[in-house]
Structure formats: C-alpha cells, structure tokens
T-cell receptor, first 115, second 115 residues
Framework: GESVGLHLPTLSVQEGDNSIINCAYS??????FIWYKQESGKGPQFIID?????DKRQGQRVTVLLNKTVKHLSLQIAATQPGDSAVYFC??????????????FGTGTQLKVEL | DTGVSQDPRHKITKRGQNVTFRCDPI?????LYWYRQTLGQGPEFLTY????????KSRLLSDRFSAERPKGSFSTLEIQRTEQGDSAMYLC?????????????FGPGTRLLVL
C-alpha cells in the first residue's frame, strides 16, 4: 500500500537572496523564543533568541521579529549562502523546576539554497 | 572539541534488547537535558538534570526509560526492552544555568534503530 510520511515545509531560495522563515505559537503567555539550525546528521545549533519585551533582535546576517499580537515570529537571513541550507526550528523556552528550561520545538522548515 | 559529545552515534538493536547511551556535557555546565527527535519532527523534551539531581521528567519517558547523572558530569540514558517505536534520534544538551533563559548546546545525537 501507499506509505504516507511527514513532509517538512520547504523554502527554496537563490544564493544571495534573503530568506524569511515563519513560526506561529499558540500560548500568549510564552515570553522567550529561540531559533535553532539543524544540519543533516547534527544536533540543533543556537542561532538567535528573543524575549517578549522586544519586537526585533539582530545578529550577524540574521534578524528575528516577534509579533505578540498575532503570536508569530520570523527569522530573516540576509544574503543566504549555501551553508545556510538546513532545517530551522523555532522553540519556545519555558522554565522548569529548579531553574532549568524546557524547549518546545515547532515542526521546522527545510531551507534549500540554490546556486 | 569542547562541545557536547554523545556515544554511540548510531545503534541498531533488536526489539526487546536493552540499550544505553552516554552524554558528556560541556565542562562545568550544571544543567543537562535529554530530548528525542523522530523523523521530520522537532526534538521533544524527555528529562532534565541540575547537577546530579533529576528534576523533571516528561510523560514521554515511560517506565522503560531511565536516566542518570551520578556525579553531575556525564549522563546515561537507558532504554529497557526496546520497542520499534523507540527508534529515533536521542539528543543531549547542556547549559550553564544561572536563572532563566540560558542557551542549551546540543550534542550530535545518538540515532537508534530498533528492528
């Protein structure tokens, strides 16, 4: 019979273009978000984070925007390079007993950079 | 390399067998986390240690799963009587916790296949 699998949303961009990856969340009480990059066969790698008291935060070639009204955040990558090809996850950070933090990850978006 | 390391990187086992994975966190990181990631999904939180104390466990962590961090440094995750549904990538992360919002650094993961 036919097998049904899960397919990650995919974003294909040309090298040098800007990329925008979107993420929606449901809990209006969420106050801290992190973007991770995961390359094939590797663990997630921290990119940038943002707290709910900010609307925008910039890093090197990356910008995260947070819209608390519609519970949406986005990751913008400027001048996308082949090395940016990976799966990108947004994660909500929640406090745990004793001060630790639980990350709840979204589904992820596969970014493909075309030469 | 002073990042988080995990061993083994890959494990194939038969259903019903026990397996044990090891995680070595970044030196002096007091917090250690285990996550599980299935194909096409983001990582899911399993459990968390602050030093040697296991402070939080997810409902995903059935009685067949046990984790330890005996000396507050490396950690082990054991799965007893493995089932095919246990096939996944098991990720370890560590952080230097000093309140909320510390960055979790992930290891490369152990990919488990249960036949």
């Amino acid at each position: 019979g036919e097998s049904v699998g899960l397919h990650l949303p995919t974003l294909s961009v040309q090298e040098g273009d800007n990329s925008i990856i979107n993420c929606a969340y449901s809990n209006s009480a969420s106050d801290y978000f992190i973007w991770y990059k995961q390359e094939s066969g590797k663990g997630p790698q921290f990119i940038i984070d943002i707290r709910s008291n900010m609307d925008k935060r910039q890093g090197q070639r990356v910008t995260v925007l947070l819209n608390k009204t519609v519970k949406h955040l986005s990751l913008q990558i400027a001048a996308t390079q082949p090395g940016d090809s990976a799966v990108y996850f947004c994660a909500e950070n929640r406090g745990l007993t004793g001060g630790g933090n639980k990350l709840t990850f979204g589904t992820g978006t596969q970014l493909k950079v075309e030469l | 390399d002073t990042g988080v390391s995990q061993d083994p990187r890959h494990k194939i086992t038969k259903r019903g067998q026990n397996v044990t994975f090891r995680c070595d966190p970044i030196s002096e990181h007091n917090r250690l986390y285990w996550y599980r990631q299935t194909l096409g999904q983001g990582p899911e939180f399993l459990t968390y240690f602050q030093n040697e104390a296991q402070l939080e466990k997810s409902r995903l962590l059935s009685d067949r799963f046990s984790a330890e961090r005996p000396k507050g440094s490396f950690s082990t995750l054991e799965i007893q009587r493995t089932e095919q549904g246990d096939s996944a990538m098991y990720l370890c992360a560590s952080s230097l916790g000093s309140g909320t919002g510390e960055t979790q650094y992930f290891g490369p993961g152990t990919r488990l296949l249960v036949l």
